[in-house]
């Protein structure tokens, strides 16, 4: 049973096709994708591949994925969860996105808080990792601000448009050493 996850204004769920335009609104956004790795997207169907993928990656407890729902009006804003979740280390790492019209609203911070907890409490996890590009300021400073702690950074080590980019790592543990 794929888990739902509350907070005072989002409800962190399961995707369906019926997000596939939520996910394409997201994912074809210069804004958005230019720190993510990954090209934009420029196709529904592309789309319903993501969400195909964020299914198979839950199916095959190598992480998980969950829809941002803003409970007021039922829109999808982003997507949160963990990757590379590997049970016998207690890690994965955490990925977020949120679409730029909700920016700065505490939206991210909100939905991160409540996946660490879940990370930490339901899968068990002692340290939950974060790679994120050197240019992202505000991911850089969201993650500091929400405990996470720079470990160093990955040289030229993930690509965007054929161009390698530097990206920080980050961790929280449970024990918050």
Known sequence: MFPVLETERLTLRQMTDQDA???FACFSNHEVTRYYGLENMESIEQAIS?????????????????GIERQDTK???????????????RRAEIGY?????????GFASEAISQAVFYGFTSLGLTRIGAVVFTQNEASNRLLIKMGFQKEGVLRQYMYQNGIPYDTNVYSILTSNE
Request: aromatic share 14%; proline share 2%; no cysteine.
């Open 21 to 23: 335009e939520a996910i």
């Open 50 to 66: 993501m969400i195909q993928t964020f299914a198979a990656l839950y199916q095959e407890k190598r992480g998980i994925r969950w």
């Open 75 to 89: 829109e999808l804003i982003g997507t949160i969860g963990f990757h590379a979740l590997a049970q016998k280390h």
């Open 97 to 105: 996105e949120i679409t730029p019209a909700y920016w700065r609203n």
